[in-house]
């Protein structure tokens, strides 16, 4: 029930505030802004969506995992391109953010990846997605979904 | 390796037979993913959709090729859906695993096959984009997030390359 009404106010908050989406929830002092995604061909090909997280507290905070009703297994990765230009993508593990500072995951770096789609990512549309932190808060970002060929947040 | 140099028999999204004769007699720009990677391809398509268009009517002299290192996923089908959504210069070639590995080879490209949990897989490849002039000589490189002012006067380098022993 709550988290129903989060998403709510958070969808409110998206279509008044623009680009900055405040996601502040429980103990955790995060504000998750400029997040966005693209849309997927079907459902057998993973997705991937991007943010800005930035901790407002006076706490480092770790983040440790995703969960999200779209995506059976979603996962922080981070792409990495060597010396010889060759890219590979893995899972990025924990990611602590000082007081103060903010992780981006963009294309080509950190990303939300979103493997066993539960249902395809339809332009347009929105998904829930919530960043769990080592502390056991949560933060739920409402995540647009843009096209495919999308370059960033303003796409 | 120029392009004459080269030996591949690959499909177009359309269904056309390809080999480096389809891209020799005009500049080529190439790009080696798959249509599975969530995110460097679509990113590097979008980059390589946004050149094409800063270009303007100068792109239409060019060859745009995204190949796939995964051909066992990546049906002429599911090429011709994919490219769909970017520029509509972006040619989209599959074709067997050998005659993939014999155009990467000559590109100087690497791919690798890399399994994920629950028996998926994911592939690990080069991420920059190839420059050939018209007559099939290799200009340069773009790498991966090379800035857009950077990117825009090599392609316009390879346009200017001499032709010269192209039809
Ligand atoms: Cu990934």
């Not at chain 2, 020799?24 to 460097?40: E, H, N, Q, S």
């Not at chain 2, 398509?45 to 996923?73: C, H, M, Y």
Request: net charge negative; hydrophobic share 40%; charged share 20%.
């Amino acid at each position: 029930m709550k988290k129903i009404i989060m998403t709510g106010t958070l969808a409110a908050l998206l279509t008044f505030g623009g680009l900055s989406v405040p996601a502040l929830a429980g103990p955790v002092d995060v504000v998750v802004e400029s997040a966005w995604s693209r849309a997927s061909i079907g459902m057998n090909r993973p997705g991937a969506a991007y943010m800005t997280i930035r901790n407002t507290g006076d706490e480092p905070v770790t983040l440790i995992g995703l969960s999200t009703p779209l995506a059976m297994m979603p996962e922080i990765h981070e792409t990495k391109t060597n010396a010889e230009g060759v890219s590979s993508m893995s899972a990025a593990g924990e990611i602590a953010i000082a007081p103060g500072e903010s992780v981006a995951l963009e294309p080509g770096g950190l990303h939300a990846m979103l493997m066993r789609l539960q249902q395809p990512m339809t332009e347009g549309e929105t998904f829930p997605l919530t960043l769990l932190f080592v502390d056991g808060g949560e933060v739920t970002v409402e995540v647009p979904i843009l096209g495919i060929a999308a370059r960033g947040p303003e796409d | 390796m120029a392009l004459t140099e080269m030996d591949f028999r690959l499909t177009d999204h359309e269904g056309n037979e390809v080999g480096p004769e389809t891209l020799i007699g005009r500049p080529t720009m190439a790009f080696f993913g798959f249509t599975y990677c969530p995110d460097v391809c679509p990113t590097t398509l979008s980059d390589i959709s946004g050149w094409l268009d800063d270009l303007g009517d100068e792109a239409k002299q060019l060859n745009v090729v995204f190949i796939t290192v995964d051909p066992e996923r990546d049906t002429v089908e599911a090429m011709a859906e994919y490219v769909s959504y970017f520029h509509p210069a972006i040619r989209g070639w599959t074709g067997p695993e050998g005659q993939i590995a014999r155009i990467a080879d000559g590109f100087r490209a690497a791919y690798e096959r890399v399994p994920t949990e629950g028996g998926d897989y994911t592939m690990n490849h080069t991420a920059s984009v190839f420059l050939f002039g018209a007559a099939g000589r290799f200009v340069t490189m773009i790498d991966y997030h090379e800035p857009r002012e950077f990117a825009v006067p090599k392609i316009r380098r390879a346009l200017e390359e001499e032709t010269e022993g192209a039809t």
